[in-house]
C-alpha cells in the first residue's frame, strides 16, 4: 500500500514537471525587444509601490520635479527614481503566457512586490531556480527577468527622500545659526550681524554658503514629532526663510526642517564646516 502511494506521488511529480517544461518551452523568444510596459520612458509621472512589509508609497511628478506624495510629502531622490524607471524599460529575453494556475507556485498568488507606472503594475513573485530569475507578470503575459531590481523595490520610504538638504539654485542673503550669524546688505557686502558688525571676505561667504547650498545628509527621516532644539533660520532673496532646529547629539547633528518635518543627520564634521568661514591666503582675499 505505501509502494503504491509513493509511486502515485512520484508519477504525479513527474506530470507536474514534464508539465512545466512543455509550459517553458512555449515561451516566445522576444525578438520584437517588447517591454514589460508599453510606456515611453518621457511619459511616465506616476509611480506607486507596494511592498509586503511596508507602506505603499506613491511618487509623482511634479513641475518636472518628482516627488513622494504618499505615506508623506517630501522631494524624491533623483537617483531612486532613475532606477524604478528602467524597470518600465527591460525587455526579458523571453514571454510566457500566463496560467493563473501556476500563479501560487510562481509566488504571484501573492507578489512580494508590485510596481506601477501610470496604472501598470508589474507583480513580483519567486526565483525560479534554472538561471535564478524572478517570475513577474504584466497583464496576460508572464515574464523570467534577472533579479537585481527588487532590492529598489523592498526599501522604505525614508529611502527614497532626497538627501540634500536646499533645492536647486537657492540664492542665501542671511545664514543664522547657534554658531554664526550673516548678512548681505543692499551693497551686497557680507558682515556679521552683531553690536560690533564685522565685513567680511565676499570669497568666504560664498565658500560657506556652499557647504549649505550642496550640503547632503548622511540619511534622511520623516519625523512628524519635532524634537525641540536652537533655530537656523537661511533667508533667501525672495525673502523666503527656511527654518530647521538644530539638535546635537553625540556624534551627528541633525537640521529638523519646521516645514516638511524632514530629519536631516549629518556627520558633526561636516556640520562643524558649515559653520566655519574657511582661512583665505592674503592674495585670496
Not at 493563473?100 to 508589474?122: C, D, M, W, Y
Not at 519646521?258 to 566655519?276: C, D, H, I, V
Amino acid at each position: 500500500m505505501k509502494s503504491r502511494l509513493i509511486t502515485n506521488l512520484l508519477l504525479a511529480v513527474l506530470l507536474i514537471t514534464l508539465g512545466l517544461v512543455a509550459w517553458l518551452k512555449s515561451g516566445q523568444e522576444n525578438e520584437e525587444q517588447t517591454r514589460v510596459t508599453s510606456l515611453d520612458i518621457s511619459a511616465i509621472d506616476s509611480i506607486v509601490i507596494e511592498h509586503r512589509n511596508s507602506e505603499n508609497i506613491s511618487l509623482n511628478l511634479i513641475n518636472q520635479k518628482w516627488k513622494i506624495t504618499k505615506p508623506f510629502n517630501a522631494p524624491a531622490l533623483s537617483g531612486k527614481i532613475a532606477h524604478l524607471l528602467k524597470i518600465s524599460q527591460i525587455a526579458p529575453p523571453v514571454i510566457y503566457p500566463l496560467v493563473p494556475s501556476l500563479l501560487t507556485q510562481f509566488g504571484l498568488a501573492k507578489p512580494v512586490a508590485r510596481i506601477s507606472f501610470n496604472g501598470e503594475t508589474l507583480s513580483i513573485g519567486g526565483i525560479e531556480t534554472i538561471n535564478s530569475r524572478r517570475y513577474v507578470t504584466s497583464n496576460e503575459q508572464l515574464f523570467l527577468l534577472d533579479d537585481t531590481f527588487l532590492h529598489h523595490l523592498t526599501a522604505q520610504p525614508n529611502a527614497y527622500i532626497d538627501t540634500r538638504l536646499l533645492p536647486d539654485n537657492t540664492q542665501i542673503v542671511e545664514l543664522q545659526t547657534p554658531q554664526i550669524h550673516l548678512k548681505r546688505n543692499q551693497e551686497n557686502i557680507w558682515a556679521t550681524v552683531s553690536q560690533t558688525p564685522l565685513e567680511l571676505s565676499s570669497d568666504a561667504v560664498q565658500m560657506l554658503l556652499d557647504e549649505w547650498r550642496f550640503a547632503r545628509a548622511i540619511h534622511v527621516n520623516y519625523q512628524p514629532k519635532q524634537d525641540t532644539g536652537q533655530v537656523v533660520t537661511i533667508t533667501l532673496a525672495n525673502n523666503q526663510k527656511i527654518n530647521f532646529k538644530f539638535i546635537q547629539q553625540e556624534d551627528d547633528a541633525i537640521l529638523m526642517s519646521t516645514g516638511s518635518q524632514l530629519a536631516y543627520t549629518f556627520s558633526r564634521e561636516k556640520y562643524k564646516k558649515m559653520n566655519t568661514l574657511p582661512k583665505l591666503d592674503n592674495s585670496d582675499a
